[in-house]
């Protein structure tokens, strides 16, 4: 069974930075992309980019460019996700979740456990 | 961006019941829509992509329909496991975007 194992929990001050990491196991990681979905409490599911694995090419939402980065360790199977600049209404639960092989890839057939970000001063 | 609405935001139900939600994009998405399931403190599951074609492991009680710009998503007799909260997401352009949800509740 596919698995993504996202880290734990932070908790961080404004304006500081914050890396998550999304470990794959179970199938060729260079094979699939890696997507970052957020969700604030209480809220629905935003999209935040993808990453290629295979090539380290990623494309954000508009809204994340310039604030978002996402890069991948190949040996270790590992996405992460740097965010920086972070203002209070980043706090949510970010998922890692892998790029279905169809259509377009745009929609997500396995995904993390996610990780809570809780941005306060 | 393509906005993706859901109808109703929440619907109370009975174990059994006939379960019938709603997905409305602003244009069209062709056949690729997607269903997720989310139940609280969890990831969400996919249940349903290209519309109709129905995850591995996904009880045949859940079924999709429709094409271009409206979508349906049945439960056809409601089940315990199934009280949650359930996404409909635009897979056709980018960025994907979702639906903001509906939920499921025990009445």
């Known amino acids: 069974q596919v698995q993504l194992v996202q880290s734990g929990a932070e908790v961080k001050r404004p304006g500081a930075s914050l890396k998550v990491s999304c470990r794959a196991s179970?199938?060729?990681?260079?094979?699939?992309?890696i997507h970052w979905v957020r969700q604030a409490p209480g809220q629905g599911l935003e999209w935040m980019g993808w990453l290629n694995p295979k090539s380290g090419d990623t494309n954000l939402a508009q809204r994340f460019k310039g604030r978002v980065t996402m890069t991948r360790d190949t040996p270790i199977r590992t996405a992460y996700m740097n965010v920086n600049r972070l203002k209070s209404d980043d706090t949510a639960v970010y998922y890692c979740?892998?790029?279905?092989?169809w259509g377009s890839g745009l929609d997500f057939d396995y995904w993390g456990q996610g990780t809570l970000v809780t941005v306060s001063s | 961006d393509i906005q993706m609405t859901q109808s109703p935001s929440s619907v109370s139900a009975s174990v059994g019941d006939r379960v019938t939600i709603t997905c409305r994009a602003s244009?069209?998405?062709?056949?690729?829509l997607a269903w997720y399931q989310q139940k609280p403190a969890r990831a969400p599951k996919l249940l349903i992509y290209a519309t109709s074609s129905l995850q591995s492991g996904v009880p045949s009680r859940f079924s999709g329909s429709g094409s271009g710009t409206d979508f349906t998503l049945t439960i056809s007799s409601l089940q315990p496991e199934d009280f949650a909260t359930y996404y409909c997401?635009?897979?056709?352009?980018?960025?994907?975007?979702f639906g903001q949800g509906t939920k499921v509740e025990i009445k």
């Open positions: 179970r199938y060729t990681f260079t094979d699939y992309y």
């Open positions: 997401q635009q897979a056709n352009s980018f960025p994907p975007t």
């Open positions: 979740a892998r790029g279905a092989n």
């Open positions: 244009q069209g998405v062709s056949s690729w």
